[in-house]
């Protein structure tokens, strides 16, 4: 079933842990997405708290979580975390298995002044 981009996968065994995913929003202004180059794979990872005799670690779980774009004009998102950028504009990225959240900001921009010519740099333009 999809809703706003959501997908359900897969649920985890109950436990301490945390889920993370990446890339992460670090300036507040969202993940940068370029139109001209419209796919970027994100990535869920669940941490696992050491105690009660049990190690800790983190499993990288990308294809188990349910993941969801909103708003889904902007961006589309494959079950394996793929988004696929869909117009200009901003959007909350989210992994979901349990009780564990994990969410970031995108920023979907259009490349703006760029040419095929390796010496030229591209910039891109907020719409």
Known sequence: MLVC?????????QGPERLRISPVDGDGNGVPISLSQPDQQFKAFLSFFSGA??????????DQVTWQVCPASVATMSPGGVIHAVIAGSATVTAVTGTNRASTKILVVAAIGCKRNSATICR????
Do not use: C, I, M, R
Request: aromatic fraction near 14%.
């Open 53 to 62: 005799g049990l190690p800790g670690g983190e499993q990288d779980v990308t």
């Open 124 to 127: 891109t333009w907020n719409l």
């Open 5 to 13: 981009g959501l997908w359900a996968v897969s649920s985890f065994a």
